[in-house]
């Protein structure tokens, strides 16, 4: 799924839907830089980096993108994943799962003026000559995974992008919404949580599309020609997706907490499934169903919500307009199957201490080509890389552990399953995790990460090439982010590692404002489009796998854990005055002050652990150099709090976690902060105790 990210236009779009996302990406003023040299590699990183090939990369992503592989569909897909794995010189095998899921088995929708004439839609996708897999008789219909089936015919409302301002804003404008079908906008907030806010407010049936100001200035409109002659969105591109409520919680729905083997007991999932149809559709087949609200309700720009307004020439009225009726079918076949994941292992000299890497496999379409098989081919790229250190009879400190993860598109599935299956040693053993998903939709890097993790992240940056260039990913990156590191929030597979106290790290990269418009869960995001417009020669591919590479190596093999606990309490205190600004901004009156004393006693453990570390490194005491580890190992597993937040025990680690309204983006402090917003004081004291306790947790498991 991967939260979609384009820089600038959407970073915009995103900050004003939302202003309380704690999106924390302030634009400073852009100051001339001095371009930072290269730094040199060691023979080990050389051989590393210079495994890495073009070649094979476009080998790998031709495979992936040339065969169905949505999830529980393709097990001879996991298993080559883990013969190109054996053949590097891992040990590799198949774990599956037995899961919930729903597969698409046909769908309509009929709008029906108040003359009575009749508009079709045509729900499905171009055939393109020009890129072949569109054309595969296997290909996948467009549909929401985990869409309920249902038959229904009702007026209708354009709810903007259905977050649940949209909904009071169109309750204080008077619109009546029980009983009537919703037509929203993607963008802002996880699809999944558009449909639970429609189904909430007594609506019956959900319509998405995508809007071509999404695009920013890459349109047709502007002069752009469409895919596959230009870089513009093709006019019927989809958007597929999942509709469960992510932020509930993520996995099977029907195991919460536990691992879906066959025989597992099992709830009905309704608490993280919406029970009203929906399906998505594109911008050419939503503009006629928009066009007939216009002049009826309140006009778009009088309803005055940022995102509500989009690129097409219609009003984005509210709505309904009487007698116009749309009519919406959609059935689909739910089964209980297995899913694969393919796991590699290297063992490493000290068994207590993990690295796991991971990607999902699975994709809504054949291609895949950016989501998620960049990343596919990244790992299997990476893996190749390692083979030739363990060719020279290399053995890494610490185990490394490989992941490609089938079920992600439906909800996190295969991550979710195994480290519910095997959280017992991963919180004994796992050190970080590292996740790739969508590794090239553009030449733009982008990394969040938690913050121990910030250091190595930005360091490992300055030894890399961007894309057979002479500048380091480190300049590329900085010019667009000012050097920060991002908030992991949700939507791709770190998220059940972060809220089991595992510190993670996510890296891609991205399109930005002057960039081909990249098909997201479309057809068109296929080898053609990849080799074509998004990263023509692999070379965004190179890089990411380079880097991935370079930081995997880094975290497996020096003597030191390269952590920075430090910068933990460093971002700790900005969080903290971000929720100073949300007190203020809400008028609560709360008192922070354990919050204050608790973060103030973590930067003291953080300055002791790091002086420990170079008082042991300059002594060679291996004995308490092996401490220092298992501090850096643990000390993340402090900000678990038993019990979750408020509504969603799925979410347990209380420094941050995604919004309950977002599902994607990140809120810092989320136990206290979202408590706050919904003015609940009583909450919010006790999430200040709770967050207060675990800051303290952490900071003890780093004491001397
Ligand atoms: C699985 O994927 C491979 C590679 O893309 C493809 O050749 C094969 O046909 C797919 N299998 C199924 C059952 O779709
Ligand atoms: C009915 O209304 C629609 C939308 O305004 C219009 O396109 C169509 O031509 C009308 N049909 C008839 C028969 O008047
Ligand atoms: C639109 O909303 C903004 C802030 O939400 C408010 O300041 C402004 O007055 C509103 N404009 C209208 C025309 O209602
Ligand atoms: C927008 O729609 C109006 C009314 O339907 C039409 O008159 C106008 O030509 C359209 N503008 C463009 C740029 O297509
Ligand atoms: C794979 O397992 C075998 C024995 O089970 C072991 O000897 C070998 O070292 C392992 N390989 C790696 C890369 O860990
Ligand atoms: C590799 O590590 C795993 C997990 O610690 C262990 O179960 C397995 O026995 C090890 N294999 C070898 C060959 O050491
Ligand atoms: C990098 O390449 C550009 C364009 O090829 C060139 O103008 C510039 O001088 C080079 N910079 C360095 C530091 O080599
Ligand atoms: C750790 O990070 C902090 C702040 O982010 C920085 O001030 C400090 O110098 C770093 N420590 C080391 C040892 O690099
Ligand atoms: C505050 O939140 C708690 C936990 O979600 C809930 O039980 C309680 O009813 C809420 N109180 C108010 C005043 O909304
Ligand atoms: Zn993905």
Redesign the pocket.
Known sequence: MHNLRLLGVVALLLAGASPCQHERRERRPHIKRQAVPQTPLTVEENTLVGSVSTTTLDQWSYYYTHGAHLAGKNLSMAQWTADRWTESGWNSSIVSYDVFINYPVSKSLTLTYSNGSVFQPALEEAVLEADETTSYPDRIPTFNGYSASGNVEAEYVYVGRGQQVDFERLKALGVSLEGKIAIARYGGPFRGLKVKNAQENGMIGVILFTDTADDGKITEANGYAAYPDGPARNPTTVQRGSVQFLSTYPGDPTTPGYPSKEGSPRTDGSAALPHIPSIPISWLDAKPILAALDGHGTAGDLVNRSGWVGALNVSYSTGPAPGARLSLSNVMEETITPIWDAIAVINGTNADETIVIGNHRDAWIVGGAADPNSGTAVIVELAKAFGKLLEQGWKPKRNIVLGSWDGEEYGLLGSTEFVEEYIPWLTDTAVSYLNVDIAASGPHPSVDATPEL??VAIETMKKISWMDTNRTMYDVWYEDTDGEVGVLGSGSDYTAFVHNGIGSLDIGSNPGAESPVYPYHSNFDSYHWMTNFGDPGFLAHKSIAQYLTLLAYSLADTDVIPF?V??FG?QMNSYYDDLLSTVKSTSSSVETGPLRLAIDDFTQSALQV?QQEEQAVASGDAATLSLVNSKYRDFQRGFISQGGLPGREFFRHLIFAPGSDTGYAPVTFPGITEALQAGNVSTATEFITKTAAAIKVASDILKI
């Open positions: 910030h250091q920075n430090s910068n460093v790091q």
